[in-house]
Each structure stands twice: as C-alpha cells, then as structure tokens.
C-alpha cells in the first residue's frame, strides 16, 4: 500500500479528490496502525509512521470515498492506571465522518474476561465491530445556508427522526424512520402549519444500541449513547452506511431551510457508549483513555460519573475539548445546522469537580466565530452533585427551564400557591436570568419532553405506566406533576374526555403565549399518547411512534392559530422584560407595559398573590409598551391584549378593566370554547370563564369609515380586528 507522510490536520479521515489524509491523536501509544477492508471484510494494515505533537498521520494517494476502516493502537495496557491500549481491538476513529455496520456483542468487544476485570482478553473484535468510512465531503448545497432566526421569532419542535416518520401514511415505506423522511413535503407541510421555526432533532450522532437492552429484546431508541460525534447515525440512512447518510442528512437539511426551518441538534458531548471500567473498547478508550475520559484521581481503573451512564467526557483536556469543538463547528460549517441543544450540560461545565459557568469549554464557545453564532441550548443539569443550574449558564446560551415545566404543570392541575411563580414564568422568568443581563429569550419554556408524559399522557394519568421496559417501574420520573382528570387512563366518560381536551389545549396556549421560546414536543399537538410510559427510551415500536392515522385535527388546528396568533403579534414574543413601573393614570396617559388584575379587575396587591387558594388572574399586556425597533428602524407596536387564567374547577365571572385599558374588548382565544359568539365585550362588564380555562381578549378598535392613509391607520388595519377566533 502507497503511503505518504500527510500531515496532522486535520484530524480524522479528509479526501481531497485524489487521496485520503489520515490523522489520529494518541499520546498513550508506542505504535498505530490504520487498519482497511474491503468488501469482504480481509483487512490491509498500514502502520502510522509520522508522529507531531502526538497526532499519528498518513497520506494514501489511492484510497478513495467509501473505504472502511479501523485503528489499532499499541501501548501499554495497565487499567490500574488508566491506560487501556490493547491492539486486538478495532477501534473506531473519533473523527470518523461517516460509520457503517453496527455493534454485534461478542466478548471480543471488551478488553478483559467476563467475570474476571483483572484479565485482559485479546481476541480480535474487527468482525463485530463498526467501520469508519471515508466520504466524499463535496454536495451541491444549491445557495443553502444557515438560517439565523432570532429566537424571539422561534417555536422549536423537537421530534425523533424514526418517531416521527415510521408511521406517516404520506412518506414513502422505503423513507420512514429516515431523514429523508424528515424531509418529505408532507412533514414539513406539517411544521409549516404549525409555525415551527425550528426543528430540534433527538441525537443524530452514531450511537450504540446496548447489548443489556437488546437482552430484553428493547433498544436504544432516544440515542443518547454517542459513540461518533462526527458521523450522522447510519441507521436513519435510506440511501446506504458507506457515505450517502452524510448525503442524505445534509438533503434534508437543505430540504427544510428552503421551508424556512432552523435545523438544532440535540447533542451529546457529556459522555460515551463505552461506558465504565467494564464497558466495551470501542474507540476513545483505546486510544487514549486518560485523555478523553474524566478518571477518578486517586484510582485511575475507574470513571467519573456526572451522568448516570458509566464516564464522563473530560473537558479538562485540550484534544478532549478540542474535539468538541471541531465537532460543533463541523456540523454548522460543513452540515449546515443551526444550533445545538446541550445534553446534561452541567457536566460540560465540570472543569474540576463543582460546575463552573466559566469553566473552558464555556470560554472556547464564547470566542469561536463560528459556534458562538448560531443557538445554544443547555440542558442545565446532570446528576452530579450541584448539577441543577437552571439560570446559571452564561448570556450567550439559552436553557430549558425546568422551572416553567413544573410551575406551568401545577397550576393548571390546581396545585395551592402557585399564582406568583406561574405569574413569573410565564412573563419570561425574569427572576432567573434578568440580573446576568439576559433577555426572556433565554428560557426555552415547555411543558412536556421527550423525557416524560406527553401531553395527552399528562392530562390522563396520575402515575407512569413504565411495565413495557422491563424494571419493574423503577425507571422513569415518579413525581410527574400530572392529572388525569378524574380517571387513571383511557375511558369513554364524555366529561373527562372533553375536560383532557381542554387541558391540553390550556398548556399549549400557555406555552405559545408565554414570554420566552416555545418548545412543543413531536405529537403533542396531534394527541399522542404513550399508554402512560414517562419513559421510552427503550421502545423503538408502536408505543413511541407517533400514530398519524388517530390525529387530533381539532388540536392541530388549534395549535397552529395560537401559534399564529403569537408570530402576529410581538407582544406575546417581547425582547426585552416588563418592568410594570408606575405611571400616572390620567386620562389619555400610558399605561404601564404590564397589568395584573384580580377576577374583580381590580389590581393585584401582595395579599392576592399570597392567597394559597387563588387560582384565577388576569394579566394586561400593552402592545404599545413594547420596547425596539424593527428591521427598518421603525418603533415596535401592537394592539393590547388582555389574558385570563382560570385553573379552578367552578366556573368564574371575570370583571373587564376601565375603559382607560381599553373601551371594547373582542375574544380571540376560548380554550372552553363557550363565548366564542360574543363580538365585542364593554369595559367594566362581566364575563363568565369555564372552570379550568383559558381566555384571551384583544382590544377592539373599529376602523374609521371615512379612508385615512396615515401610517397610524395603516398599522391599525395591520393590527386591527382581524385575528382569526380560536374555539
């Protein structure tokens, strides 16, 4: 085999239209050798003769796109001190673009006997191993480029690429559970209606299907178990493992930003699929162990475990971080996406042993060119000690707030002093990130996640419903913060059903109306349930799979009108926080930017929000108090809307403001459905709300017959009564 000296980056496999550079950063090994297969699976060994700074590198002028191969590392093998080479095992690249095959658990796979971790076990696991391949990195983007859209503007949707497209009736058999079926007009018409701005996509990087869940005949369906970070996971690849996922994937990119749809991938840098002392040697654990994983100071033999899964990434290390990094960058440069939702990104933050906001990591982001530009989205919380930080990570990155989750949930189950915390979640959780100088966009809101009840799930059961994984219902969140409406489950009863549909509907207009982002999960708007499982990471089947053939229509339409009721008007989206400060109330004097009343209409004095009991409010928000300026530098207006709560289970009579507020009011959001027919409502008049509702009034301004072409009328026909009702 013709080999040349090549260079040492950049690391991984790089075809450049004659030949393939090598490159693989080792400092443990005394020798490495890159390993090819042919079709047949005979295997070619070229030894990696040129070594800088620790990066073994090769040039083969006649490898060509679509070549498998491996490394096997030589050193020392003393796991007592944390160096784990042993050149039996076929290890696979860590910069592998693209990887064929899957795991085939043999005990090969693993460097030491069953039963005895002392021992050390030199079978050959080339046969039941995965390959990396080299791709051609050169596809024809037509124009594409990322999508910049500002989170003000966002509704995130985060789906499963099999989850959401096994079942579709419209995709193509051959295209299901693929991301090209991510892709397919139908999906993406889907999105569209539903106003999504982005979608976030559960872990596309190659992962590894645990052999103890296959034992049970499960799998791995969530995919948070990495094992390439470069490479897009080959079994959503209709096309072929040998290359054309990267195809495929970057398709379907291209596919949706042509829609206008943000691409975020939920990622997975926090830990590996090698999992702990007695994991498999796949790759980084035989290359070089100390420096990729976070070892147990005083014992090396051991890991660090931030994560619950066995190893912690270790981010104290340059090529560990390094990696990261040109990871990230790759897949905005050369895959185009968007942004990145950070899994347990506390251990991300884990420089030394407490998480550190200022930690390195946090630092590299902070001044990359490319990474700092497009979203961050922190999980903010891992299971180690202190791990909660929700309202902790730097300006630059957004986060999932768990707190809005849990307050959001309570309230509308009817849950005892709740009012002032809802109050603030739903106004962007100013309490959390106002004072590092952050905007409400900081907090991604949601209600459900991949990781629990669905929303259907959540207004029909009390407690999980985990049997079909196995542990006997140990897995999965005990204390959900669900109701279900009366009776555990599926039932016939026509109150229930009809109280479900209203709380569903309750949530996602809270969640498309609050200040902050939106994140819906896949299916809620469509009345997916899961049996009551909060937890099916191990259920690729029926049970995870969005059934497309029992959608609630009524839901989806619903769903996608609130939604364009928040993309109309920015008031429901504000850049920047309320401050409510007071101003006098005379005639024809503004308001402040934010009101809120009690039922009676009456403002809110610290005693009623002290109220254990109070489960009814209603919020003022005043279009014109909105702070900025669009694109064209022109100040931000809109029309003002006035919001009612109403989690009780008795109906309620609201009491409308003053006419300073506003003199005519007009409903556009009836969770209840049940005064949808009134046209316009006087100030000061009596309204009555459905127990366990929502209502939404815009202010009413006829437009003046005689014709006016002012800028202020145009607005007014811009903004005016022309919101479509929402029942």
């Not at 051959?174 to 559970?177: D, I, N, S, V």
């Given at each position: 085999m013709e080999t040349w000296p090549g260079t040492p980056y950049p690391l991984g496999a790089t075809f450049d239209g004659s030949g393939t550079n090598f490159a693989l950063f080792s400092e443990a090994a005394s020798r490495v050798e890159l390993c090819l297969f042919d079709e047949d699976g005979a295997e070619t060994r070229v030894a990696l003769r040129e070594v800088d700074a620790y990066v073994w590198h090769a040039y083969l002028p006649h490898v060509q796109p679509g070549q498998r191969y491996g490394y096997r590392v030589h050193g020392d093998y003393l796991p007592e001190q944390g160096i784990r080479n042993n050149p039996s095992k076929l290890l696979l690249d860590p910069y592998a673009k693209s990887i064929d095959g899957a795991i085939q658990w043999n005990p090969s796979l693993f460097s030491y006997d069953f039963g005895d971790p002392a021992s050390r076990n030199d079978d050959d696991s080339a046969p039941y191993t995965m390959k990396s391949v080299v791709i051609n990195p050169f596809f024809d983007w037509?124009?594409?480029?990322?999508?910049?859209?500002?989170?003000?503007?966002?509704?995130?949707?985060?789906?499963?690429?099999?989850?959401?497209?096994?079942?579709?009736?419209a995709v193509p058999e051959?295209?299901?559970?693929t991301y090209a079926g991510v892709a397919h007009p139908a999906v993406i018409d889907h999105l569209t209606k539903l106003g999504v701005t982005a979608i976030e996509l559960m872990p596309v990087h190659q992962f590894v299907n645990d052999n103890t869940l296959q034992d049970k005949g499960l799998s791995n369906y969530w995919g948070y178990n990495t094992i390439g970070f470069f490479a897009p996971h080959n079994a959503y690849s209709s096309t072929g493992n040998t290359g054309q996922q990267v195809q495929e994937f970057k398709s379907m990119v291209r596919a949706l930003h042509r829609a206008g749809i943000e691409v975020i991938l939920d990622v997975v840098y926090n830990h590996t699929a090698e999992g702990n002392h007695l994991g498999p040697t796949l790759s980084f654990k035989g290359i070089d162990n100390a420096a990729y994983y976070r070892l147990v100071d005083d014992d090396p033999q051991f890991y660090m475990d931030y994560t619950g899964t066995g190893n912690s990434f270790n981010v104290r290390h340059p090529h560990s971080l390094q990696l990261i990094m040109d990871s990230l960058r790759y897949w905005v440069i050369e895959m185009h996406v968007d942004g990145f939702r950070f899994d347990l990104a506390a251990a991300l933050a884990r420089e030394f042993y407490d998480v550190d906001k200022l930690?390195?990591?946090?630092?590299?982001?902070?001044?990359?060119?490319?990474?700092?530009?497009?979203k961050l989205i922190a999980e903010p919380w891992d299971v180690g000690p202190g791990g909660y930080q929700v309202g902790n990570f730097p300006p630059q990155w957004t986060e999932w707030n768990g707190k809005y989750r849990d307050t959001v949930r309570d309230f509308w189950r009817g849950e005892p002093s709740t009012l002032g915390e809802f109050a603030a979640r739903a106004t962007g959780s100013a309490d959390l990130y106002e004072s590092e100088g952050r905007r409400p966009v900081?907090?991604?809101?949601?209600?459900?996640?991949?990781?629990?009840f669905t929303l259907r799930d959540l207004v029909s059961y009390n407690d999980k419903h985990n049997e079909a994984n196995?542990?006997?219902?140990?897995?999965?969140?005990?204390?959900?913060?669900?109701?279900?409406?009366?009776?555990?489950?599926?039932?016939?009863?026509?109150?229930?059903?009809a109280l479900r549909s209203r709380q569903q509907r309750n949530f996602l207009a809270t969640l498309l109306l609050s200040q902050g982002v939106p994140m819906i999960t896949h299916g809620d708007e469509l009345g997916r349930t899961q049996q009551g499982n909060n937890n099916v990471y191990a259920q690729d089947s029926e049970l995870s799979w969005i059934d497309w053939s029992t959608v609630d229509q009524p839901l989806v339409e619903f769903t996608a009108a609130v939604a364009r009721l928040r993309h109309e008007h920015p008031t429901f989206r504000r850049m920047r926080y309320f401050d409510g400060r007071p101003v006098t109330r005379g005639k024809g004097e503004p308001l402040p930017d934010i009101v809120w009343l009690t039922p009676s209409g009456t403002e809110m004095a610290a005693k009623d929000w002290d109220t254990q009991f109070a489960r009814s409010v209603a919020v003022f928000l005043n279009g014109h108090g909105i702070r900025g300026r669009d694109p064209r530098g022109q100040p931000i207006?809109?029309?003002?809307?006035?919001?009612?709560f109403h989690a009780d289970a008795e109906p309620i009579d609201f009491t409308l403001p003053t006419a300073q507020f506003s003199e005519h009011w007009e409903i556009v959001v009836d969770t209840s459905g049940g005064v949808q027919e009134l046209d316009t409502i006087a100030a000061g008049s009596t309204l009555s709300v459905t127990g366990r509702s929502l209502v939404v009034l815009r202010a009413h301004s006829p437009l003046d017959h005689v014709a006016d072409d002012s800028v202020a009328a145009s607005l007014s026909v811009l903004t005016g009564s022309h919101t479509e009702k929402v029942g």
């Open positions: 037509a124009g594409d480029r990322p999508l910049r859209t500002p989170y003000s503007n966002s509704i995130i949707y985060e789906a499963h690429v099999k989850g959401l497209t096994q079942l579709h009736p051959e295209q299901r559970g930690a390195t990591f946090f630092e590299l982001v902070q001044q990359d060119p490319v990474v700092s530009q497009v900081a907090s991604i809101n949601f209600v459900t996640a991949h990781d629990g196995g542990e006997a219902g140990k897995d999965g969140e005990s204390h959900n913060r669900s109701w279900n409406s009366g009776i555990e489950g599926p039932t016939d009863d026509a109150d229930v059903l207006t809109d029309v003002n809307f006035l919001v009612l």
